[in-house]
């Protein structure tokens, strides 16, 4: 099998500072890859490249290889509401737009010119299963979608993004302002979707990296220390600074 | 201990030096403007359409003068609402750095031109402009509300950024994660959340051009009349006092102060809503 996601000597850096460097990183189909590591250590700052939000970012520069599906993220012809569709990002503080619940999930499908009431439905009703809210916002879809909890915001999140069908999920710390059950409701929402797409769970919960991802690695300021399958990572990690971060000694 | 004392009683009537001025002239408006409405009948005198001062016995009735402002202003605001909102856009959304730091001085600048100067231009360049490709006879609605329009576009400006930029960069970052090109997150995120501050700009800009007087005498041309055609001349309230000032005595003295009044009355309601628009607006 081919690689999704591909970074080979992948380095950014902000204002001539360097965030990473020299990064050598792969995403399989179907699979759930975690990052993790302490803050600063470019784990966000590799997630915003891989949806090129990393434009947004003033005086950012990029060196080496990303691809995606093996067409290079940062190649001229990038066309970057086509890759921003195909990338899926949710983000740390759940943002729904100050609209309805329904708004909020066909927003995308809508951009792409899906007009007809039914299919709009269809869509809602798929993706709001999919992130495991249906069932709470069935009866109310016209509230404001700012108006829902915190883990119902983020599990609105996520099906705004899941409504535009991705290839990649992309997760910044989605689960870092949730209570345990909200928690526990997205990361029953990603196992259930890895059928149909790779995701990329940025975390700084070390035990929710070990609970819900296949591989995991571990970037330490702006370098990846180690990665590898998620069982034996933490069970045997090869670097002692591994060692120390997922034991708790630092971070 | 003492000397804070001190300090704090200084500041407090320093501070309320400002509420002071406001009170000593809106009494004094009132005091002297409202008798003279009443003598003539209210009504009479908003809506009534004759303004003879020197008449046997004198009529002061100032709703042309009331059209004639609200004219300009109209006018005004559909030239410098779009040119201004339009370039607020650009420097808050698109614009790089270096272009938006050259055009916010530019623009601060604008706001810095005395309004005989704009008068002044008007005069020289617009009114025969006008005169020879518009028609009628220059002076008139339509160069009050260009040079008018050109005037309000720093307070339209400054306010309708403001506005935008308050808006959070996560809706900004929410839109393009899927998909939105950066006119499609404009139009459908940053623009109706920013609503409110975009309608207290229009009331803003509105407030400003009621109130200019300068720039609005010297090109409107200041004929009591309702305005038939956008290039018929016109008076505004303001340009009403500041013309007859000068050699008004007794009622018609008093007749100018209750223009005054009405003004007053009209920028007061223009601000309250510009303050109910926006604190609504931070609540939603």
Not at chain 1, 48 to 61: E, F, K, Y
Not at chain 1, 115 to 144: M, Q, Y
Not at chain 1, 224 to 247: K, Q
Not at chain 2, 87 to 106: C, D, Q, V
């Given at each position: 099998?081919?690689p999704?996601?591909?970074?080979?000597?992948?380095?950014?850096?902000?204002g001539?500072?360097?965030?990473?460097?020299?990064l050598?990183?792969h995403?399989?189909p179907?699979?759930?890859?975690?990052?993790?590591?302490?803050?600063?250590?470019?784990?966000?700052?590799?997630?915003?490249c891989i949806?090129r939000?990393?434009?947004?970012?003033?005086?950012?520069a990029?060196?080496g290889?990303?691809?995606?599906?093996?067409?290079g993220?940062?190649?001229?012809?990038?066309d970057?509401?086509?890759?921003?569709?195909?990338?899926?990002?949710?983000?740390?503080?759940?943002?729904?737009?100050?609209?309805?619940?329904?708004?909020?999930?066909?927003?995308?499908?809508?951009?792409?010119?899906?007009?007809?009431?039914?299919?709009?439905?269809?869509?809602?009703?798929?993706?709001l299963?999919?992130?495991?809210?249906?069932?709470?916002?069935?009866?109310?879809?016209?509230?404001?979608g700012?108006?829902?909890?915190?883990?119902?915001?983020?599990?609105?999140?996520?099906?705004?993004?899941?409504?535009?069908?991705?290839?990649v999920l992309?997760?910044d710390e989605p689960?870092?302002g949730?209570?345990p059950?909200s928690?526990?409701?997205?990361e029953?929402?990603?196992?259930e979707?890895?059928?149909q797409?790779?995701?990329?769970?940025?975390t700084?919960?070390?035990?929710?990296?070990?609970?819900?991802?296949d591989?995991?690695?571990?970037?330490?300021?702006g370098?990846l220390?180690e990665?590898?399958?998620?069982?034996?990572?933490?069970?045997?990690?090869?670097?002692?600074?591994?060692?120390?971060?997922i034991?708790?000694?630092?971070? | 201990?003492?000397?804070?004392t001190?300090?704090?009683l200084?500041?407090l009537?320093?501070?309320m030096?400002?509420?002071?001025?406001?009170?000593?002239?809106?009494?004094?408006i009132?005091k002297?403007?409202?008798?003279?409405?009443?003598?003539?009948?209210p009504?009479?005198?908003?809506?009534g359409?004759?303004?003879?001062?020197?008449a046997?016995p004198p009529?002061f009735?100032?709703?042309?003068?009331?059209?004639?402002?609200?004219?300009?202003?109209?006018g005004?605001?559909?030239?410098?609402?779009?040119?201004?909102?339009g370039?607020a856009?650009?420097?808050?959304?698109?614009?790089?750095?270096?272009?938006?730091?050259?055009?916010?001085?530019?623009?601060?600048l604008?706001?810095?031109?005395?309004?005989v100067?704009f008068?002044?231009?008007g005069?020289l360049?617009?009114l025969?402009?006008?005169?020879?490709?518009?028609?009628?006879?220059?002076?008139?609605?339509?160069?009050?509300?260009?040079i008018l329009?050109?005037?309000?576009?720093?307070?339209v400006?400054?306010?309708?950024?403001?506005?935008?930029?308050?808006?959070?960069?996560?809706?900004?970052?929410?839109?393009?994660?899927?998909?939105a090109?950066?006119?499609?997150?404009?139009?459908?995120?940053?623009l109706p959340?920013?609503?409110?501050g975009?309608?207290?700009?229009v009331?803003?800009?509105?407030?400003?051009?009621?109130?200019?007087?300068?720039?609005?005498?010297?090109?409107?041309?200041?004929?009591?009349?309702?305005?038939?055609?956008?290039?018929?001349?016109?008076?505004?309230?303001?340009?009403?006092?500041?013309?007859?000032?000068?050699?008004?005595?007794?009622?018609?003295?008093?007749?100018?102060?209750?223009?005054?009044?009405?003004?007053?009355?009209?920028i007061?309601?223009l601000?309250?809503?510009?303050?109910?628009v926006?604190?609504?607006?931070?609540?939603s």
């Amino acid at each position: 099998m081919t690689p999704l996601i591909e970074a080979k000597g992948f380095g950014v850096s902000i204002g001539g500072a360097a965030v990473l460097r020299g990064l050598d990183l792969h995403v399989m189909p179907h699979e759930i890859l975690s990052i993790i590591g302490p803050a600063g250590s470019g784990k966000t700052t590799f997630l915003r490249c891989i949806n090129r939000l990393s434009d947004l970012v003033p005086d950012l520069a990029v060196s080496g290889v990303l691809t995606l599906e093996g067409r290079g993220v940062f190649a001229p012809e990038t066309d970057l509401a086509d890759l921003r569709r195909r990338v899926g990002m949710v983000f740390a503080v759940p943002i729904p737009l100050p609209r309805s619940i329904y708004e909020n999930v066909v927003f995308g499908p809508r951009l792409l010119g899906i007009r007809d009431r039914s299919r709009l439905d269809a869509i809602v009703e798929k993706t709001l299963r999919a992130a495991v809210l249906w069932d709470e916002v069935k009866d109310r879809l016209g509230t404001s979608g700012t108006k829902l909890s915190g883990g119902q915001q983020q599990r609105l999140c996520l099906a705004r993004v899941l409504a535009l069908e991705p290839k990649v999920l992309l997760l910044d710390e989605p689960c870092s302002g949730l209570d345990p059950i909200s928690t526990a409701k997205i990361e029953e929402a990603l196992q259930e979707l890895k059928p149909q797409l790779s995701v990329v769970l940025v975390t700084n919960n070390v035990k929710q990296a070990a609970r819900s991802s296949d591989r995991t690695a571990f970037l330490l300021m702006g370098e990846l220390v180690e990665h590898g399958r998620t069982a034996e990572m933490f069970t045997s990690p090869t670097d002692t600074r591994t060692n120390d971060y997922i034991s708790g000694k630092f971070g | 201990m003492k000397k804070e004392t001190a300090i704090r009683l200084t500041l407090l009537g320093l501070a309320m030096s400002t509420v002071t001025a406001l009170a000593v002239i809106t009494t004094f408006i009132l005091k002297e403007g409202v008798p003279v409405m009443f003598r003539q009948g209210p009504a009479q005198f908003l809506f009534g359409t004759e303004w003879r001062p020197s008449a046997e016995p004198p009529v002061f009735g100032v709703w042309a003068m009331i059209v004639g402002s609200f004219a300009v202003t109209a006018g005004a605001l559909a030239i410098g609402f779009p040119v201004g909102l339009g370039s607020a856009i650009f420097l808050s959304e698109f614009a790089p750095r270096r272009i938006a730091g050259l055009l916010k001085p530019a623009l601060e600048l604008l706001a810095g031109i005395p309004s005989v100067v704009f008068g002044f231009m008007g005069m020289l360049v617009l009114l025969p402009w006008i005169r020879a490709h518009v028609g009628g006879p220059g002076a008139s609605v339509l160069a009050g509300s260009i040079i008018l329009g050109i005037m309000i576009l720093p307070t339209v400006i400054s306010i309708s950024m403001d506005a935008l930029r308050s808006v959070p960069r996560s809706y900004r970052e929410g839109s393009f994660a899927l998909g939105a090109t950066g006119w499609q997150t404009t139009w459908r995120v940053t623009l109706p959340a920013a609503r409110a501050g975009l309608v207290a700009a229009v009331i803003l800009g509105m407030g400003r051009a009621v109130g200019e007087t300068m720039a609005v005498i010297m090109v409107t041309g200041n004929t009591v009349q309702i305005p038939r055609s956008i290039t018929q001349p016109v008076r505004t309230l303001t340009s009403n006092i500041a013309l007859e000032m000068n050699y008004a005595d007794g009622e018609h003295r008093e007749a100018l102060f209750a223009t005054g009044v009405v003004l007053f009355a009209i920028i007061m309601i223009l601000n309250t809503i510009a303050n109910a628009v926006s604190r609504l607006g931070r609540r939603s």
